[in-house]
């Protein structure tokens, strides 16, 4: 029996899933038919937004660049769903030196990268006229990313302006080809600079969400973007719920720390989550147990407590979660979220189940 996923109004007229299926995997770990047993799974669920990006999948290389976006795409073609039953994320790349097969590096996101990004990249690879929410990857200007978190003012250099973004944006907006604007690994200064930016000029598109990291072990969200998303309306979506499957406890507890090191090291997958959540520092694995022995008290899966916690702040529209097909199993099950429809920005968060 299918299980009802809540929706969330994200915007007038967009409705989207509590859970948002990541498709960073999708052409690297995934292949394409482990990729549509994935999207099967969840759209079956009751799943109705999927999040991709013209980077994607990881490791980026450029022998895979774009796969994710176009499995997605051919996913909803091969099996004839209708457009308006999904709603449709991505993302273009920010200003990056070790990409050079994304438009020479990519070196900014300038009006000509977003308009030839999204016109002959993201569209074409989507198969899809229009895109319902389109984010920029991250700022072109320098921001501490990815598991930094000291900002050091001698990095910043010569950006493109945020005028100059929304107008193109606000281009593709009133063209038909994106819905709406997000912004992902953003800090407080840069949603409220788009933010007053947006409001001295009619045409260009106010930002409806940040797609930022939020789970049980980085709660950075909550030190000062959350009174800032609170009092602008702005809705999160939290990436990496799981804390890139650390959470999910899909290795044995006695060596489960260096299981996943070993596993995230080896050819094909994403180290990040080692140098991000530093599982080398005894506070983290203390953490960690601590939180799955929360779980085991109270009869919970790992999955589901992490899950449930990242769902229940009150300004978290969607928690985006990845899955994989073979060695790990977790992606087999998605975790139910109970059968309530959530306004925007409601107090009323659904009741994660445990069955």
């Not at 005894?282 to 008290?297: P, Q």
Request: aromatic fraction near 10%; charge should be neutral; include cysteine.
């Amino acid at each position: 029996m299918s299980m009802a996923v809540p929706l969330f109004n994200l915007a007038p007229d967009l409705s989207v899933s509590r859970l948002c299926l990541g498709t960073m995997t999708f052409g690297e770990q995934n292949s394409m038919s482990e990729s549509f047993r994935l999207l099967d799974h969840a759209f079956g669920a009751g799943i109705n937004f999927f999040d991709s990006a013209e980077m994607y999948p990881v490791p980026q290389r450029a022998d895979t660049q774009g796969r994710s976006e176009e499995y997605l795409g051919r996913w909803v073609r091969d099996r004839k769903i209708p457009r308006d039953r999904v709603v449709l994320a991505t993302k273009v790349s920010g200003p990056s030196g070790q990409m050079t097969w994304i438009r020479d590096g990519p070196k900014c996101v300038d009006a000509w990268n977003i308009s030839k990004q999204l016109i002959i990249g993201n569209l074409l690879r989507l198969r899809t006229d229009y895109i319902d929410l389109y984010q920029i990857h991250w700022p072109d200007r320098y921001v501490p990313m990815f598991g930094e978190s000291e900002y050091d003012p001698t990095h910043q250099y010569r950006a493109i302006t945020i005028e100059e973004q929304l107008e193109a944006l606000g281009r593709a907006v009133a063209s038909g080809k994106i819905r709406y604007v997000g912004l992902s690994n953003e800090t407080p200064y840069g949603v409220m600079k788009f933010l007053h930016v947006a409001e001295r000029v009619p045409s260009y598109p106010k930002v409806v969400s940040v797609q930022n990291c939020y789970s049980l072990l980085c709660r950075t969200f909550d030190s000062g973007m959350a009174e800032c998303c609170h009092h602008e309306r702005i809705s999160l979506l939290a990436y990496s719920p799981l804390a890139m499957g650390i959470l999910s406890e899909v290795f044995p507890r006695d060596t489960w720390a260096s299981s996943y090191i070993n596993w995230a090291s080896s050819p094909g997958r994403y180290s990040e989550g080692e140098s991000r959540y530093n599982l080398s520092n005894s506070i983290v694995t203390a953490a960690i147990m601590g939180y799955l022995k929360i779980a085991d008290k109270y009869g919970l899966r790992p999955v589901v407590l992490a899950i449930a916690f990242v769902l229940r702040h009150p300004l978290v529209a969607s928690a985006i979660f990845g899955g994989n097909i073979g060695p790990l199993q977790g992606s087999e099950e998605f975790p139910d979220v109970g059968g309530k429809v959530v306004g925007s920005h409601s107090n009323t968060m659904p009741d994660v189940l445990t069955t």
